[in-house]
């Protein structure tokens, strides 16, 4: 339960101030390269962090480790108090970077340790359900701080600060207490599992699935206005629609995972991502898009838990499986809007969601003749 409450208010409270920043960047006068590289760095940051908190957290427990990421996310946004520059305010979203790329993949290693095999399918959905809730609630209260104080100031940096806080308490009342790896321990869990024959395809399929998610967090707004002349509370909702749809769903996608064929479920959901994604830059009516966009939420909802579990399931080092689980799913969202940028300008936005997802595609190939070779054997 102290994960799951961190997981959840650490990512409302980030996600409440990262919408903040952007959304009031022009009238506090934050410059687009000094944005850009705000978000940037955020990015960044949670890419390098992911596999060296996963490695920490095999060698010193994950429990302190989380403890110190969340007391110092707690205290990161008091910087603009004592530096009131706008420069501050972006030096505090690569703060929280930093401690958002401690949190996620050394919860989701402690997850991984705590559960038995065959519940990890349906803990890992809880999990996911906790995360996604925050994605939708977050930039709403960001909003309505936004609305309320009528610029960037107090009111929006107490939610990141309050996020922070309420995780650390979450994680104090804890009364378990990690103590270090001994030296067999660590013998039995060192190195990752490079020689199991399902570890190097899911990681890839992991990043066509980020890169194609990355893409609909950037561009979506785009094509929806560009298609359809949408913008204000219908594209708000279109926007939400694949959350929504991965909340609605998990509780029957986590209950498969522990039930049937995880590396199946995976290569199904990632698959039909992709061909919704590319659906989505198709010359379509609103109904067909609006039910293309639930749908790429409804295959994330089936292969997150079942991805989650898989890379679970490889082996002794949890925390270093997780923490390259998670940078590899970083590096798709760090490439997925170059790939779609880049087919954009050469073409057009249709071209962006199109190209995205062959490349998803093309990255579940490993998966597919794995599961091939494995249907052989058997």
Known sequence: MAVLATAFFSTFGVG?????LSLSADSIGLSASWLGLAFSGYFLARLVLAPLAGCSADYFGP?????????????????????????????????????????????????GQCTRQKERGRLFALY???????????????????GFQGKLGFVSLIWPALGMGLSFVALLMNSS?????????????????WRKAG???????????????SVVITFLPRLISEHFGLSGYLAGFLFALPNLAIILAMPATGRWADSRDRAGLTFLGMGFCAACLFGLGQPVPLWIFCLLVAGMGFGSALSLPASMSLAADMGGAKGRVM?????????????????????????????????TALFGGLCLLPTLISMSKRLYAD
């Open 128 to 146: 996911n359900t906790c995360l996604y809730s925050a994605f939708i609630i977050g930039p709403i209260v960001g909003g309505a701080g936004i």
């Open 16 to 20: 409440a101030y990262t919408f903040s």
């Open 199 to 213: 570890f190097l395809p899911l990681l890839l399929a992991v990043l066509g699935r980020t890169a194609g998610a």
């Open 323 to 355: 923490g390259v689980f998670l940078g590899v799913s970083n590096l798709g969202f760090v490439l997925g809007p170059g790939i779609a940028g880049f087919a954009a300008e050469a073409g057009g936005m249709a071209d962006a969601f199109e190209l």
């Open 177 to 193: 207490e990690d103590a270090p790896a001994s030296k067999e321990k660590q013998k039995e869990t060192e190195g990752l599992p």
């Open 63 to 111: 429990i302190p480790l989380l403890r110190w990421a969340c007391g110092i996310g707690t205290a990161v946004p008091c910087l603009y108090h004592f530096f009131p520059m706008v420069e501050s305010l972006g030096l505090i979203q690569i703060c929280l970077g930093f401690c958002a790329g401690i949190v996620k993949p050394v919860s989701m290693s402690l997850l």
